[in-house]
């Protein structure tokens, strides 16, 4: 797989559960980003990783929405009594670096919807 | 908080006509901006970049072209084609904060054969 995937492509959960979503960036990137893209808006940014540290949280949009990543490869965004405003797609990119002005390419996304 | 915006929400165009799409941003201190395509149900596709040191770039079928002067972005597809059609996001970044892209809202492309 040459591109960054995403797990699973669809979501449908209860209001108040925790859900776990899944990236793995492309192979050799060491820079990972996660994005929220809500029903017909652009993207906001939420997180980035360079390798397995976190030194941007500041999208976040609360203290239920946390994430990991190991062995500098794959990510997960846990979202903990979910609410139905965290119905979203949400957007995993990796990059080579990290680096100013460096392509981030994007996963297909989880499409999250909660009830 | 300073955002990047879109002039048009949608824009509709003729099988082989050229398209331009337009991009406003306020921030200033941005330096570097990208062009995405996101097809329904897929993730952002890179299009094409540029650096505030520049004014205009051009790909395959694609030139973005940048004014600090006035903070507006375009995006011309030339001889635009059935598969164009998607949605178009300009995002920027600046200075330390190159990794964090801040995205518009995106326009709608429609392309009728």
């Known amino acids: 797989g040459a591109g960054v995937s995403q797990s699973p492509s669809n979501k449908v959960t209860e209001k108040g559960k925790d859900v776990e979503l899944r990236c793995d960036p492309i192979?050799?990137?060491?820079?990972l980003y996660w994005y929220r893209q809500s029903l017909g808006q652009g993207l906001e940014f939420l997180i980035y990783?360079?390798?397995?540290?976190?030194?941007?949280k500041s999208g976040l949009p609360s203290d239920r929405f946390s994430a990991e990543r190991t062995g500098g490869s794959v990510s997960t965004l846990t979202i903990q009594r979910t609410q139905q405003e965290d119905s979203a797609v949400y957007l995993c990119?990796?990059?080579?670096?990290?680096?100013?002005?460096?392509?981030?390419?994007f996963g297909p996304g989880t499409r999250l919807l909660v009830l | 908080g300073e955002s990047v915006g879109l002039h048009l929400p949608t824009l509709s165009v003729q099988e082989g006509d050229n398209s331009i799409i337009n991009c406003a941003y306020s921030?200033?201190?941005?330096?570097?901006f990208i062009w995405y395509k996101q097809e329904s149900g897929k993730g952002p596709q890179f299009i094409i970049d540029?650096?505030?040191?520049?004014d205009k770039r051009q790909g395959q079928r694609v030139t973005v072209l940048l004014n600090k002067t006035v903070k507006h972005l375009s995006l011309q597809i030339a001889a635009t084609q059935p598969g164009d059609s998607a949605v178009y996001f300009c995002?920027?970044?600046?200075?330390?904060?190159?990794?964090?892209?801040?995205f518009g809202k995106g326009t709608l492309l429609t392309v009728n054969p």
């Open positions: 540029i650096r505030s040191n520049m």
């Open positions: 990783f360079q390798g397995n540290s976190a030194p941007d």
């Open positions: 192979s050799g990137h060491t820079a």
């Open positions: 995002a920027e970044a600046s200075g330390g904060s190159n990794y964090k892209l801040t």
């Open positions: 921030n200033s201190a941005s330096d570097y």
């Open positions: 990119a990796s990059s080579l670096q990290g680096t100013s002005g460096e392509t981030q390419y």
